[in-house]
């Protein structure tokens, strides 16, 4: 038996739904069913996963989704040791065998021959083969998998395959409504509602520039970050040029855009 009290959540994650996404997640979750959450980089994808793994008692394994992963890095290898060759088990293998949710963050990330190891588990198989090993493992009855997909990202290099896709129902993230979002930074950053509303309106601000010239506005991770920075007695204007502004772009004009765009908002 494979022991995974390692990878469970012991205390709540706070997180605060933004729409019906729990009661989503719950009933794909009755049926095992592949999700995947489909949103821009932090908008609360990986909070959620932690969430619900919390809330339905199940152990989680994220593995961060890179282009240099291989199949191995998934389901496992034989490493010398002082016996010789033994076996161990990759994250994915470690899931499978225990019972946990594995969620594999950025997916599209990961080369397409290195995700299709999924195919065999995502659909009525639920199996997973360790060629290296002659080994087939059914997957136990609570193991479930969970993708985080960002369509921004999306190029025709980079992109999962249309039979990848098809195995999972998708629960669309965005950013939460202001009046959500500045709750969200209050609580997380330590601030007070006043500052959250600032940080907000800034972002929306930012989003707005997305498209001329920047590639995503701030997040709500950003201006969490933000709002640390004022907690710690960093003014807010100075807080966000460092959390929202430096990090998203290099191009001066857009600096300046956004430095207005903060400006206007204090
Ligand atoms: P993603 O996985 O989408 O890139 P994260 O889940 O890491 O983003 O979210 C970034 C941060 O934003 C989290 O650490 C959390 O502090 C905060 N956050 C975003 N959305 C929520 C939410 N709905 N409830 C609570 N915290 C949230």
């Known amino acids: 038996m494979t022991n995974l009290d390692a990878y469970r959540i012991s205390s709540e994650p706070f997180y605060r739904a933004v729409d019906s996404e729990i009661e989503l997640f719950e009933a794909a979750h009755k049926s095992r069913m592949p999700v995947m959450l489909k949103g821009p980089t932090g908008c609360g994808k990986t909070r959620f996963v932690e969430y619900m793994a919390w809330r339905l008692g199940k152990p989680l394994i994220t593995v961060s989704c890179h282009e240099d992963m291989t199949a191995s890095d998934l389901v496992g290898r034989y490493l010398l040791d002082s016996h010789g060759t033994a076996w161990h088990d990759g994250p994915l293998t470690l899931a499978v065998r225990g019972g946990a949710i594995c969620y594999l963050d950025e997916i599209v990330e990961a080369r397409q021959d290195t995700t299709v190891v999924i ?23 609570d193991f479930q998998v969970v993708i985080s997909y960002n369509p921004g990202y999306q190029s025709v290099l980079k992109d999962l395959k249309e039979s990848t896709k098809q195995r999972f129902s998708a629960i669309a993230f965005g950013y939460p409504n202001s009046d959500v979002e500045a709750e969200i930074i209050k609580r997380e950053a330590a601030v007070d509602r006043r500052t959250a509303d600032t940080l907000v309106r800034i972002a929306a601000r930012s989003r707005n520039l997305k498209g001329h010239g920047l590639e995503e506005g701030a997040s709500t991770r950003m201006l969490i970050n933000a ?34 765009a903060i400006a206007a908002c204090l």
Request: aromatic share 0%; hydrophobic share 40%; with cysteine.
């Open 227 to 260: 709002g640390l920075l004022v907690a710690a007695d960093i003014p807010i204007e100075r807080a966000c040029q460092v959390a929202m502004v430096v990090p998203i772009t290099d191009d001066p004009d857009l600096r300046d855009a956004l430095t207005g």
């Open 119 to 141: 195919h065999s588990l995502t659909d009525d198989r639920r199996i997973l083969t360790l060629e290296k090993r002659n080994e087939v493992v059914k997957a136990h009855p």
